[in-house]
């Protein structure tokens, strides 16, 4: 089993959509969690983290861990097509990341 | 500007040859990796520097080598020895923030075996 699994999409929606991307992971140790989002052929870039369980809201992004559960969740409201990109989840350990595979959306007006 | 700067973006190379990617980092970051990203498997690690003159094989080692002479640079030198070398390679900084690692991207480099 994998330590971090990742829906791997692909997922196409309709501009305006909300939009759920999820993780789950097996190593309860994990205490940070983070987003990044990767557009096509560059590197990626930290969307949002999130310490612990909880919510972490940033505009349009909200960040979701259910620690209990070994769940993470990152909504996008009012999605638009400049969203467009591959979101990889990532949880922090003793001295690297662990990503998962990354999930890829496209947002279509 | 800070940041981390990868070259070249594009790199052929003949089955047989070694070739080197460059990691080069102004961020005055300790820390620094080498992923690999193949279409959906995400990004693998393969060599990973603390602190210079030090570093650490990752998951996907076998067949790569790095050198960690100064704080700023990790080049990573793709071998002979590795079997499937043809994928998008990115390299990452982090300041040493104890299990909060926060790790900054460059823009890759697409190496292409003919």
């Known amino acids: 089993q994998k330590e971090v699994e990742q829906d791997p999409g692909p997922l196409s929606v309709p501009e305006g959509a909300i939009v759920s991307l999820n993780c789950t992971y097996s190593?309860?140790?994990?205490?940070?969690f983070m987003w990044y989002r990767q557009y096509s052929r560059k590197g990626p870039e930290l969307l949002m983290y999130t310490y612990s369980s909880g919510n972490k809201e940033d505009g349009r992004f909200t960040a979701q861990v259910d620690k209990s559960s070994k769940y993470i969740s990152l909504f996008i409201r009012d999605s638009q097509p400049s969203d467009s990109a591959t979101y990889l989840c990532?949880?922090?350990?003793?001295?690297?990341?662990?990503f998962g595979t990354g999930t890829r959306l496209q947002v279509f007006p | 500007d800070g940041g981390i700067t990868q070259s070249p973006k594009y790199l052929f190379r003949k089955e047989g040859q070694n070739v080197t990617l460059s990691c080069e980092q102004n961020l005055n970051h300790d820390a620094m990796y080498w992923y690999r990203q193949d279409p959906g498997q995400g990004l693998r690690l393969i060599y990973y520097?603390?602190?210079?003159?030090?570093?650490q094989k990752g998951d996907i080692a076998e067949g790569y080598s790095v050198s960690r002479e100064k704080k700023e640079s990790f080049p990573l030198t793709v071998t002979s020895a590795q079997k499937n070398p043809t994928a998008f390679y990115l390299c990452?900084?982090?300041?040493?923030?104890?299990?909060?690692?926060?790790?900054?991207f460059g823009p890759g480099t697409r190496l292409t075996v003919l």
């Open positions: 990452a900084s982090s300041i040493d923030r104890g299990p909060y690692n926060e790790q900054f």
């Open positions: 520097s603390q602190i210079v003159n030090d570093f």
């Open positions: 990532a949880m922090s350990g003793a001295d690297k990341l662990i």
């Open positions: 190593n309860s140790a994990f205490q940070y």
